[in-house]
């Protein structure tokens, strides 16, 4: 941590690695690496201060119960030694860049699943503590610095977030709440709405979170897992879809597997996990999805059981696999792959968003998306970017009722001029290739990767 003046290598002993190929060889290639346990360490050190961003993923690691250990206690303590030595000598002329990568434009030119929590497990702790022995009031005193911190310092979220505002004044929609160019009071008020939109989630955690009205026919999932029946729920980083998951805690027969992308979110999920160890709701990393991933939740869907996955948000910093369609009248990127799997699943898909409508009471949002997701091998591309451009048009609809509660702090929008509509997006989802006349929301897609080895066409 000294040696690159951040925390972003977690552990620089774990042999358990994967390395840019290229970037390591020119490295290697110097022979300033150690080949024994020093070398751990110094790759990981030498592979940051070249560029390359750290990408910390949770292993299990397994010792066998005869292993042979490899250390030597003095002669690698002291190659060790002398390596730490070395790479702290060499940080010191590299501190202008290391600083300029921890507080300058590191994260706003990263894709937001690249980009690393921010926020110290501590704090969170703390948070957590505060809330149950003062309450929620005291809580929310507390979050005022902490979000006015976060809201300074946070540049690219902040840019993101006075995109987005911005954008749903020039359309005209939320008049009552934007009637004025956002300012820079107005985005407190977004980062402000997220922090306290984080707290009710804590809340609903620890089952003091009852006051819910539910609106939108909430009958809808509640009735078809009584029947025996699963589902799909696509929501997104609208409202607090939290409340969903603590509402099933609270209903036997409603089981929800959660697909969520969690390596940027790693201390708040604990924090979650520390607040109710005994949740019985199954989170599923994104990132680590799979064909063998697909199977499970069809035999899962097929038991009853539900899988919710948040659908505003592109998994790749790769935008051919992304599906372009209009948002609040300007081409964005969304991805295609929560609709690929829900047709995979073949079951009903459900459209759920909490919205915080008042000081007091959340209200569910429940509607009937598709009796079935289907994707015929003619047209597909056309027929997939239809039912994201649908998605979209409700989340359109969402955001005009709570404007503040959209917390997608990340860049989605296409470059180019603001001018360019759906219409003017090609066939393959390419901004700047029009398509040719199309019936109800023809939109196209490319593909999607499931992971590095599986792929859905």
């Known amino acids: 941590w000294v040696e690159t003046l951040s925390r972003d290598i977690g552990d620089s002993m774990c042999g358990f690695r994967v390395y840019p190929v290229e970037r390591t060889a020119m490295i290697l290639a110097t022979g300033k690496v150690g080949k024994r346990m020093d070398f751990d360490t110094e790759i990981a050190v030498r592979l940051y201060w070249s560029g390359v961003p750290v990408v910390n993923i949770e292993t299990r690691v397994c010792y066998p119960q005869a292993g042979v250990s490899n250390f030597r206690l003095i002669r690698d303590n002291m190659m060790i030694s002398w390596m730490h030595c070395r790479l702290s000598f060499g940080m010191i002329p590299r501190i202008p860049s290391l600083l300029r990568r921890r507080f300058g434009r590191g994260d706003a030119e990263q894709p937001w699943f690249a980009m690393r929590e921010r926020g110290a497990l501590s704090g969170l702790l703390a948070t957590m503590w505060i809330y149950r ?22 540049r690219s979220a902040r840019q993101a977030s006075r995109a987005y505002l911005t954008r749903l004044h020039a359309v005209g929609r939320g008049k009552t709440v934007l009637p004025r160019e956002p300012s820079f009071r107005t985005g407190f008020r977004h980062f402000m709405d997220f922090g306290l939109a984080s707290l009710d989630k804590l809340a609903a955690w620890t089952g003091d979170f009852r006051q819910i009205r539910i609106s939108g026919g909430q009958d809808l999932i509640i009735e078809r897992a009584r029947q025996g029946g699963g589902g799909v729920i696509l929501s997104g980083h609208l409202g607090n879809i939290e409340v969903l998951r603590a509402l099933a805690e609270e209903t036997p027969d409603l089981t929800i597997n959660a697909l969520m992308y969690t390596r940027h979110a790693q201390k708040f999920n604990d924090i979650l996990r520390r607040a109710n160890p005994n949740t019985t709701t199954h989170l599923i990393p994104a990132e680590s999805i799979s064909v063998e991933t697909s199977m499970l939740l069809k035999e899962r869907v097929e038991k009853g059981e539900f899988v919710a996955m948040l659908a505003d948000r592109p998994v790749t910093d790769n935008s051919d696999r992304d599906i372009h369609v209009s948002f609040l009248d300007r081409p964005a990127r969304f991805p295609a792959g929560p609709f690929i799997l829900a047709a995979i699943l073949k079951c009903p898909v459900y459209l759920v968003f909490c919205l915080k409508q008042d000081s007091e009471y959340y209200t569910l949002h429940i509607e009937r998306f598709a009796d079935v997701i289907a994707l015929p091998r003619r047209n597909r591309n056309a027929v997939l970017r239809t039912w994201v451009q649908r998605y979209v048009s409700r989340l359109e609809h969402f955001c005009d009722l709570a404007p503040f509660q959209w917390f997608n702090f990340y860049d989605i929008w296409d470059p180019g001029p603001h001018s360019r509509t759906a219409s003017e997006i090609g ?30 066409n």
Do not use: E, K, W
Not at 136 to 143: D, I, K, S
Not at 432 to 450: F, I, K, L, N, W
């Open 133 to 154: 022995i003062f309450g929620m009031a005291a809580c929310r005193l507390v979050l005022y610095p902490i979000i006015s911190f976060f809201y300074v310092t946070g």
């Open 427 to 456: 066939p393959h989802g390419v901004p700047g290739r029009r398509d040719p006349p199309a019936s109800h929301g023809d939109v196209g897609a490319t593909q999607y990767h499931v992971n590095h080895r599986n792929r859905v």
